[in-house]
Every structure is written in C-alpha cells, then in structure tokens.
C-alpha cells in the first residue's frame, strides 16, 4: 500500500504500549512482557537472546519427550486466551500423532478483532520471538511439521515485524530443518486475511487458511483430528502460545504461583481496558486480578463519569456492573456472574450512555459479520438491529422486548453452527437483565404521537 | 507443500494483463501451502496493490494460475471485506465502528468524516481520492477512536485532526 507524507500526523499515528515500564516487570513475575522495551521497540533477536530467549526450545529438544511438553501444560493448567479459556495441555493432548497419522499444521490465530480487544498486537509487534517460540515448542508437542500466523490483514506492523523476525529465527536456526541439531524440522508463514471477524473462529479459520469462504465447519471432527486440509492441526491464540515459553522452562508449579492465589487459574494476563477512562491501556498482572484493580491504574473513568456496566473481555460477553469489580478476573468466577472472562480486557460504559444505543451498536457489529450460514443468526440478528433501533427511536411496538428476548435465546448456545450467535446473545440478555428499564422505555405509549421520521433501516 | 509450477504468462479475457511480477508472486505464495487454492485470498490482494482493486477479468486470470474455477475464487472474493470488487479512490478510509470507540466519539468523527470528504460508506469522492468505509475493532482501542488510511492507523483522532490526517494523503 502506499506511504503517506511524514508530517504532524506523525503524533496521530497508533503506537500500541504497555503501561507497565520496565523497573516494574521481572522474568519470574512477568514472563509476558518483562523483555519489552520503555522505547516501544520489538525485542529482536539479539536482545531477545540476551534475555534467555530460546532456551525453552533448547531445553525441550534436549529432553527430547514431546509429551512432557504436554503434561507441563496440563499441570499448569494454561487455558486458552483466545477467549473460550480451554486447557491448552488437553486439547494438545488429544490431538492425533504417531502410527500412520502424517504431521499436521500448527496455527496460531492471530485474527484479534474481538471489539475492545489489542492485547496481541502488543506481543506480535514488540515481541515477534516470544510468539515464534512458543510456536515451535507447541509444534513439537503436537508433531506439527509447519506453522502458520493467520494474520488479520489490518495488522501490517505486525506482519513487518513477525517477517523480520521469522527470518531472524531461520538464519540462526530457530527454524527450519533440524532445529539446534535435534533432527526436529519446522518454519512458519504469515498468512493474511481480508477481513471478516468471523476468520477468527477456529474452524472458519482452517476454511480461509485454505482459501476458501469463511464459514464455520462442523464439529466433530476437531481440528486436532482433521483440520486444514484434512490433517490434524492445532489452532491456539497468539497469547496462549506466548505462555508456552515460560512454563516449559520454569515449570507448571512455578507458573501456578504467579496468580498469588486469587485464583485456581495459574499464570499472568494482558489485561486491559478502553473506552472513557483517564488511561485506557494494557498492563500483565496475575490471572485474577480483579476489574476494581485494572480501572483503578486507567485512573478511573473520564471527567466526573460514573461506571454504569462492563464488558470484561470484548463484545461478545455479557455486561457486568459496577458491584462486579471486586471480582476476581478469572474464567470460572466471571462464568457464574453470567458473563465470560473472553480475551480479558475490559469496555466499560459510562452513566450518561444509552443502553439501547450501545446495545444497537454491538448487534449492528454481529449481524454485518455474521458468516450467513445458519437462521437465526443470519436473519435474527438483522432483525435485532431493527427492533433496538426502533427502541432506540422511542418507536418500539409492544412485544418488541419480549421479541428480543425470543431472538437473542434463538441464538443461544448450541442451536446455531458456531459460537458467533451466542456472542450475540450474550451481552443482549445481560442488558436486558440489568437495563431492562430503558428499552421499555423506547416502547410508544398508546396514543402518543408517532416520531416524525420513518425508522432509519440502515445496512447490516 | 505444494510444487512450485512454471510462470504460464497467461493473460486474462479482454486484454487484461497479469503482470508478469504478480504471477510470480502468486506462484510463491502457492508454495507456501498444500493446495494452491489457499494462496487465494493473498492472490486478489496482489492483483488489488497493483490495481486498486479486484475487476472481473482479474478473477479468470487468477483462477487460472490457481488452476481452480473462476466460481471459487470469486466465492471468496466476495466474502472477505477488504476484498475490492469495485473500483475504490487512490485511498480508502476505514474508520472503526465497534464498541470502544462508539463509546468514544465515533459519531462525532464518522460525521466529521462524512461532511469533510462529501461522501458517505461504500462512496469514493469525484476527484477519486478517497473511498469511506466501516471496519471491526482496529485493536486500537487504547487509541479509540480509530480509523486506518491505507496500511496506516491513528488513533486518537478527533474531528479537529482530520484535515491534517487526509492531507497526506493526495
Ligand atoms: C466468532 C468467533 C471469533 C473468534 N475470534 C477469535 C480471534 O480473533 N482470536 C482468537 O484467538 N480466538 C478467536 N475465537 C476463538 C477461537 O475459535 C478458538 O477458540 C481459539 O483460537 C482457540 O485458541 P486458545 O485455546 O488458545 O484460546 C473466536 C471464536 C468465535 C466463535
Ligand atoms: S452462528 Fe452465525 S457466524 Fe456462526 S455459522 Fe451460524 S451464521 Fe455463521
Ligand atoms: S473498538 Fe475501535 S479500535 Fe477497538
């Protein structure tokens, strides 16, 4: 693409950050992010070398035991940070290798585009090798013979960077065909995707990898059984593979501890927040930390706002309330409130904000990404926006939030093809729940005057 | 991984021409892959840097190197969003409408938008300088709100900023 004029625009330009400077990260605390620069620069390969890296490759390859690659992710239980929060270590362990099965494909799902998710850019960008070196160790435990980054296409410094870095890694021998001597062979590419939110499902993804439409594929068979183009791969997010590292050289006990005990969930997470807070940003702090914490270092809510609700990990999880900031952060705990811990960083809306509004604007997201495959997503969602919209109008029909509440259980879990409709329906029924009020609001009282205007039926 | 075929120096139906670098490119991204068929997707963006973006005869002349139907290719073409299957301006805007930065002053900045440039989503202004369109979360939400001109992203930006922003860009 082309390059623009460098100018004053220079100061608008996205620079993804940490908000933690380096005095504060250490590697037996930190092993995310404590190697990240305060410039904002990647860690390249010199100086990723200098601060240990590549000696979980090292050490794994000497012990020459894949599956004790496995078991140390199982003992210190990683689960998934794509945002389903599964245990790395089973589904590794489940995936099909040995006999007459060929080596499959490791994947690492890069396609971020959870709304007010930006926590893997950060990794990608600033610490291309964390990333490369969780892959190969992922791809020893699952005999993945090659690797590949689906990369969302909007991400291109990541793609410079992980590029610059993957040729890094191949010219000293990080990669390709006899790792350090061991006799164990494996690269990876960068693929780029086009668009479309639905890339990032795990299935679809396998489709689009391959070329092909991205809608959702039938499960069983996993993709550990049969993924892209028929052989077993493994997809995992990029922060789930930035783990590997650290528990593969220190130990799953070690990993456990970083939580402190907050939670039966070992490890750290980027967690983060946006929307109108003082400081909207990412910081690695122990899995379960909780949402009064990471509010607290964004400086609380702009101006004199108060919190009304919050998302704690993107869109598609259900809407929290100020009472729920004490609460730990971790899968289990934020799965009983109703909601899902999702990709661990926080939205959070402010009081003055119209629920019907913000409502209208996540159904408006999933409806234009829905893949178009299944009913109720396709033709409910659609449906959705026009009702929000008409409540958000003051024009609502009565029924129309009993009507809601049909559509969104249509969506629930289970009835449709992947799990993009109960994303959908998620933070709707939480609204619902919590601000039902104001969408009864938007219900037209019988005899009050119709609005002027014809209800916007915009595009979805 | 799949062989890597010879350059066929194919051209597509009414005259247009795959330039001989893009094939190569396409022929490498194939390698890359079991199935040619997954080089798809990187072989319409190679035609869409060079031409803007995807016109039909791009679609034959691709699915020939492919060596797939020209229905597939142009399945996928039309599934992926920043797959152009229109003529786009010279550049395109693609500003998120997603939650953080609706919550952030999005309606101000897509209003900004739409009376600075004249034109509204999926509109390319007369002088074909610049095409408006909405994205998903940029992941830039610590910047929100967001928006992406070509392969650069800012955020963020304010309405006050944008007649700066769109300069640079002639
Ligand atoms: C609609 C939809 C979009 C998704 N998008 C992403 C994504 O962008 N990144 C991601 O890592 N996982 C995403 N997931 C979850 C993946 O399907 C999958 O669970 C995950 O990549 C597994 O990796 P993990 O176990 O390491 O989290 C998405 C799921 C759905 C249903
Ligand atoms: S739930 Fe929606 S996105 Fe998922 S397969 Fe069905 S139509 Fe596609
Ligand atoms: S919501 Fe706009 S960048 Fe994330």
């Given at each position: 693409m082309r390059q623009a004029i460098p100018g004053q625009r220079d100061s608008r330009r996205y620079r993804s950050r940490l908000l933690q400077p380096e005095a504060e990260r250490h590697a037996d605390t930190h092993p995310l992010t404590w190697r990240l620069r305060d410039d904002g620069e990647a860690v390249w390969l010199d100086d990723y070398l200098r601060k240990d890296g590549y000696q979980s490759v090292r050490k794994a390859l000497d012990d020459g035991d894949p599956q004790a690659v496995i078991a140390s992710m199982k003992a210190a239980n990683v689960r998934g940070r794509g945002g389903g929060g599964f245990s790395t270590g089973l589904k590794w362990s489940l995936t099909l290798q040995g006999g007459e099965m060929p080596r499959g494909y490791l994947v690492c799902n890069a396609d971020e585009m959870e709304p007010g998710t930006f926590k893997d850019r950060l990794l990608m960008e600033q610490q291309p090798h964390l990333l490369i070196e969780g892959m190969i160790l992922g791809a020893y435990a699952n005999n993945s013979c090659y690797g590949y980054i689906f990369l969302r296409g909007e991400y291109v410094e990541s793609a410079r960077v992980l590029n610059l870095a993957l040729d890094e890694?191949?010219?000293?021998?990080?990669l390709g065909a006899d790792i350090n001597g061991?006799?164990?062979?494996?690269?990876i590419a960068v693929h780029t995707g086009a668009g479309r939110y639905i890339c990032g499902e795990e299935t679809a993804l396998i489709n689009s990898l391959e070329g092909k439409r991205a809608n959702p594929r039938a499960k069983p068979p996993?993709?550990?059984?049969?993924?892209a183009w028929g052989k077993p791969s493994v997809v995992n997010n990029v922060e789930t593979l930035c783990n590997v590292p650290a528990v593969i050289l220190n130990g799953a006990d070690w990993y456990q501890t970083l939580s402190g005990g907050r939670t039966d969930d070992g490890g750290t997470k980027l967690y983060g927040i946006s929307g109108p807070v003082e400081n909207p940003g990412l910081w690695e702090l122990p899995m379960g930390t909780t949402g009064a914490e990471i509010l607290e270092r964004a400086g609380g809510m702009c101006g004199n706002r108060q919190l009304k609700a919050w998302l704690p990990g993107g869109a598609s999880t259900g809407f929290l309330l100020p009472e729920h900031l004490q609460l730990p952060l971790d899968f289990d705990t934020v799965g009983k409130e109703g909601s899902r811990l999702g990709t661990g960083l926080l939205t959070v809306v402010p009081d003055h904000q119209s629920m019907v509004a913000l409502m209208r604007n996540l159904e408006e997201f999933f409806a234009r990404e829905s893949c178009g495959w299944c009913t109720p997503c396709r033709d409910g969602l659609p449906w959705v926006v026009k009702l929000l919209q008409a409540l958000e109008w003051g024009e609502g029909e009565e029924g129309d939030i009993e009507l809601l509440d049909k559509l969104a259980a249509d969506c629930g879990p289970g009835l449709t093809f992947c799990a993009h409709?109960?994303?959908?329906?998620?933070?709707?029924?939480?609204?619902?729940k919590h601000f039902r009020h104001e969408f009864e609001q938007g219900v037209r009282k019988p005899g009050s005057k119709a609005h002027q205007d014809p209800i916007p039926v915009g595009e979805v | 991984m799949?062989?890597?075929?010879?350059?066929t120096g194919l051209i597509g139906s009414d005259g247009f021409h795959l330039h001989p670098a893009d094939?190569?490119?396409?022929?490498?991204?194939?390698?890359h892959y079991e199935q040619p068929q997954a080089a798809c997707i990187e072989a319409l963006k190679i035609v869409q840097r060079r031409h803007g973006w995807v016109p039909d005869e791009a679609i034959v002349a691709i699915a020939r190197v492919l060596g797939i139907g020209p229905a597939a290719v142009e399945g996928v073409a039309t599934f992926y969003s920043l797959i152009f299957r229109q003529p786009v301006g010279r550049h395109v805007v693609l500003v998120c409408d997603s939650s953080s930065c609706f919550l952030t002053g999005f309606d101000e900045l897509k209003r900004a938008l739409v009376s600075q440039l004249g034109i509204d989503y999926g509109q390319t202004t007369d002088d074909d300088r610049f095409t408006l369109l909405p994205v998903c979360c940029l992941g830039a939400c610590d910047g929100a709100p967001a928006l992406m001109i070509d392969a650069d992203t800012?955020?963020?930006?304010?309405a006050g900023d944008l007649p700066d922003l769109l300069e640079g860009y002639p």
């Amino acid at each position: 693409m082309r390059q623009a004029i460098p100018g004053q625009r220079d100061s608008r330009r996205y620079r993804s950050r940490l908000l933690q400077p380096e005095a504060e990260r250490h590697a037996d605390t930190h092993p995310l992010t404590w190697r990240l620069r305060d410039d904002g620069e990647a860690v390249w390969l010199d100086d990723y070398l200098r601060k240990d890296g590549y000696q979980s490759v090292r050490k794994a390859l000497d012990d020459g035991d894949p599956q004790a690659v496995i078991a140390s992710m199982k003992a210190a239980n990683v689960r998934g940070r794509g945002g389903g929060g599964f245990s790395t270590g089973l589904k590794w362990s489940l995936t099909l290798q040995g006999g007459e099965m060929p080596r499959g494909y490791l994947v690492c799902n890069a396609d971020e585009m959870e709304p007010g998710t930006f926590k893997d850019r950060l990794l990608m960008e600033q610490q291309p090798h964390l990333l490369i070196e969780g892959m190969i160790l992922g791809a020893y435990a699952n005999n993945s013979c090659y690797g590949y980054i689906f990369l969302r296409g909007e991400y291109v410094e990541s793609a410079r960077v992980l590029n610059l870095a993957l040729d890094e890694a191949r010219e000293a021998g990080w990669l390709g065909a006899d790792i350090n001597g061991s006799g164990f062979d494996f690269d990876i590419a960068v693929h780029t995707g086009a668009g479309r939110y639905i890339c990032g499902e795990e299935t679809a993804l396998i489709n689009s990898l391959e070329g092909k439409r991205a809608n959702p594929r039938a499960k069983p068979p996993f993709p550990g059984q049969s993924g892209a183009w028929g052989k077993p791969s493994v997809v995992n997010n990029v922060e789930t593979l930035c783990n590997v590292p650290a528990v593969i050289l220190n130990g799953a006990d070690w990993y456990q501890t970083l939580s402190g005990g907050r939670t039966d969930d070992g490890g750290t997470k980027l967690y983060g927040i946006s929307g109108p807070v003082e400081n909207p940003g990412l910081w690695e702090l122990p899995m379960g930390t909780t949402g009064a914490e990471i509010l607290e270092r964004a400086g609380g809510m702009c101006g004199n706002r108060q919190l009304k609700a919050w998302l704690p990990g993107g869109a598609s999880t259900g809407f929290l309330l100020p009472e729920h900031l004490q609460l730990p952060l971790d899968f289990d705990t934020v799965g009983k409130e109703g909601s899902r811990l999702g990709t661990g960083l926080l939205t959070v809306v402010p009081d003055h904000q119209s629920m019907v509004a913000l409502m209208r604007n996540l159904e408006e997201f999933f409806a234009r990404e829905s893949c178009g495959w299944c009913t109720p997503c396709r033709d409910g969602l659609p449906w959705v926006v026009k009702l929000l919209q008409a409540l958000e109008w003051g024009e609502g029909e009565e029924g129309d939030i009993e009507l809601l509440d049909k559509l969104a259980a249509d969506c629930g879990p289970g009835l449709t093809f992947c799990a993009h409709a109960p994303g959908a329906a998620m933070p709707l029924q939480t609204a619902l729940k919590h601000f039902r009020h104001e969408f009864e609001q938007g219900v037209r009282k019988p005899g009050s005057k119709a609005h002027q205007d014809p209800i916007p039926v915009g595009e979805v | 991984m799949a062989t890597t075929p010879q350059t066929t120096g194919l051209i597509g139906s009414d005259g247009f021409h795959l330039h001989p670098a893009d094939e190569a490119a396409m022929l490498e991204e194939m390698a890359h892959y079991e199935q040619p068929q997954a080089a798809c997707i990187e072989a319409l963006k190679i035609v869409q840097r060079r031409h803007g973006w995807v016109p039909d005869e791009a679609i034959v002349a691709i699915a020939r190197v492919l060596g797939i139907g020209p229905a597939a290719v142009e399945g996928v073409a039309t599934f992926y969003s920043l797959i152009f299957r229109q003529p786009v301006g010279r550049h395109v805007v693609l500003v998120c409408d997603s939650s953080s930065c609706f919550l952030t002053g999005f309606d101000e900045l897509k209003r900004a938008l739409v009376s600075q440039l004249g034109i509204d989503y999926g509109q390319t202004t007369d002088d074909d300088r610049f095409t408006l369109l909405p994205v998903c979360c940029l992941g830039a939400c610590d910047g929100a709100p967001a928006l992406m001109i070509d392969a650069d992203t800012y955020g963020p930006v304010s309405a006050g900023d944008l007649p700066d922003l769109l300069e640079g860009y002639p």
